[in-house]
Every structure is written in C-alpha cells, then in structure tokens.
C-alpha cells in the first residue's frame, strides 16, 4: 500500500486567511482525494483531483473555496481559503492504489479561530 | 439514495465481549462494504469488507454480516480487546470504483 505524508498535521488559523495543505504520496497515482472530517462526523469527499486536469468537485465544494493542485503524479494541494470557523476540520488526503481500497494520509487538524 | 446510516454513534464494551456496530444503505446499486478504522491522529485504514455474493465474512476476531433484503450491514468484533478501541466507520460503494459514501463513524471504546 501506499504511504501517504499530509502537510501540516495540524494549524491554528485565523477568520478570513488561507490555508495549503500538502499530500506526498511515495508511488505514481492517478487520482488523489480529498475528504474532510468535522467533529463527531463522517468522511466528506471534497473533490478528486486527477494529474493534468481540474478536479471534479462534489456537491456543495466549489473550487473558489477549496483550489486544488495536482502537479504531477505523487503530489497534490488543497487550499481552504477564505476561512471561517465552520471550516475547522480534519482534512484527509486519500488514494486508492487497488480496486475499492482507499488509503489516506493522517490528516492535517485545522482549527480557525 | 447515497446515504449510509450508522449507528450507535459511541459505544462501550468490556474487555472480552462483543462489539457490534450496524449501518444501513439505501442505493441498492451499490455492491461493495467496507469498514474503516480510524485511532487518534491517524486517517482511517481497511479494516474488512464484503461483497453481496456472501451473507458473511469472518477475519479473525472481525466478521461482517450482510442482509442483502434489508440493505443492512454489521461489524462483530469478538472477544474485544482495549486496543480495538477506535472510531469505525462503514461505507459502501460500486465495485471497481474508488469512491465510498461513508457512515458517520462510531466510537468505541473497550474497557479494560
């Protein structure tokens, strides 16, 4: 499987900045996730982000809020811009190397104050 | 029709019991279940899953069971130890497809 480094793991931000987040992963992927996990809740896929091509977003993440960079295949950015605290979240970095079988980086813990 | 409901939401069990936690789908196209794994500080890894060719699947001390008629899926974990104490969550998908539409996760702690 494939390991996957997210940076930062965690950050303390303030209203109305921005934040990049970085995804290593140590082999070639096709497509890399991003999911964000709020307190008490479930995994939300934000967005697939593909080498060469825009991200495909899910309903309710637009790319103004959440840009996303795939420069080549083992690296990938996701910015929270224009942050408020209801963007405090975990944010996951994820791919699946096998058919059905995702495997996420630890997560960068963002909290904005 | 994407939805995956589960549940509890936390649950506590002594060391040595049995640990069970449910979830239920509504998108009868889906045919993939899996459960995560998730500790503290880390992302959430495959822990066990099922296809709805089999009613049951055991690995070790985890079994999945399938109700394919009730759109209904389960996690057993036998003889639970304090280190199974972690948050699951279950998800479901198409088959060959990488993304999963996840439950909301349940916390279970295991006292020693």
């Known amino acids: 499987s494939a390991v996957i480094s997210q940076k930062p793991s965690r950050d303390i931000c303030q209203r109305g900045t921005s934040l990049t987040i970085q995804c290593q992963v140590d082999s070639q992927v096709t497509m890399m996730f991003w999911y964000r996990q709020q307190p008490g809740q479930s995994l939300t896929l934000i967005a697939t982000a593909n080498q060469g091509s825009e991200a495909t977003y899910e309903s309710g993440f637009v790319i103004d809020k959440f840009p996303i960079s795939r420069p080549n295949l083992t690296f990938s950015t996701l910015t929270v811009s224009n942050m408020s605290p209801e963007d405090s979240s975990i944010y996951l970095c994820?791919?699946?190397?096998?058919?059905?079988?995702?495997?996420f980086g630890a997560g960068s813990r963002l909290t904005v104050l | 029709q994407q939805q995956v409901k589960q549940s509890p939401q936390s649950l506590i069990v002594q060391k040595g019991g049995i640990s069970i936690i449910n979830c239920a789908y509504e998108n009868t196209a889906f045919d993939y279940f899996p459960w995560y794994q998730q500790f503290p500080g880390k992302g959430p890894a495959l822990l066990i899953a099922i296809r709805p060719d089999v009613s049951e699947k055991k690995e070790g001390r985890f079994t999945i069971s399938f109700n394919k008629s009730a759109k209904q899926f389960s996690l057993h974990i036998m003889d639970s130890q304090p280190g199974d104490s972690a948050t699951y969550f279950c998800a479901a998908s198409n088959w060959g497809a990488q993304k999963l539409v996840f439950g909301q996760g349940t916390r279970l702690t295991i006292n020693p």
């Open positions: 994820s791919v699946g190397l096998q058919a059905n079988v995702l495997t």
